[in-house]
């Protein structure tokens, strides 16, 4: 079954801009998001988006204000909503999951440590009927399909990710083991 091609703006701003900006200066990105100009920043990042596309594949530029939460593991989770997607492949949401620089002895500090997650409009490849899923960029560049997500909404979405870092945070600690 073959659907329409994405629209190459939210595409690229979800899944490359997002992405490359997290993977270059995470510190920076995420001082940007939770900064007081945060949605004049992510507005610079959707107009570079588009400075590669023809003038028909630009969109103009939407409300992209971020939404912060701290999670009990002490990671900060920023989540951005984006325009409904039309397409398969384009996202309802984008959101980082962030550990800040830590010291641990006197001079030395932890490296950050930041995970880019993705609502993302898919179909079931059975039924074609479209669906939601969650998707993670995995540190080699790869997503990984984590789960169908209904509604697709940005609480349950963020409540989705936050779970994911319970279990990651309990696991961490040994209690599991």
């Known amino acids: 079954m073959a659907f329409p091609e994405p629209r190459q703006h939210p595409y690229l701003f979800a899944h490359a801009t997002l992405r490359d900006a997290l993977a270059k200066r995470p510190e920076r990105l995420m001082d940007a998001l939770a900064g007081p100009d945060a949605a004049d920043a992510l507005a610079q990042l959707w107009a570079?988006?588009?400075?590669?596309?023809?003038?028909?594949?630009?969109?103009?530029?939407?409300?992209?204000?971020?939404?912060?939460?701290?999670?009990p593991s002490g990671w900060l989770l920023a989540a951005i909503p984006l325009p409904s997607p039309e397409e398969v492949g384009e996202c309802f949401a984008a959101a980082i999951l962030y550990r800040p620089p830590a010291s641990r002895l006197l001079f030395l500090k932890t490296a950050p440590e930041a995970h880019l997650f993705v609502l993302e409009r898919g179909f079931d490849r059975e039924d074609g009927t479209r669906r939601a899923y969650v998707a993670a960029y995995r540190p080699d560049g790869r997503r990984e399909r984590l789960g169908d997500l209904a509604p697709p909404e940005l609480d349950p979405f963020l409540a989705f990710i936050a779970a994911r870092d319970e279990a990651r945070a309990a696991f961490d600690s040994g209690a599991g083991r």
């Open 48 to 71: 570079r988006t588009g400075e590669g596309l023809e003038p028909e594949e630009r969109l103009p530029t939407p409300d992209l204000q971020p939404h912060l939460r701290r999670l």
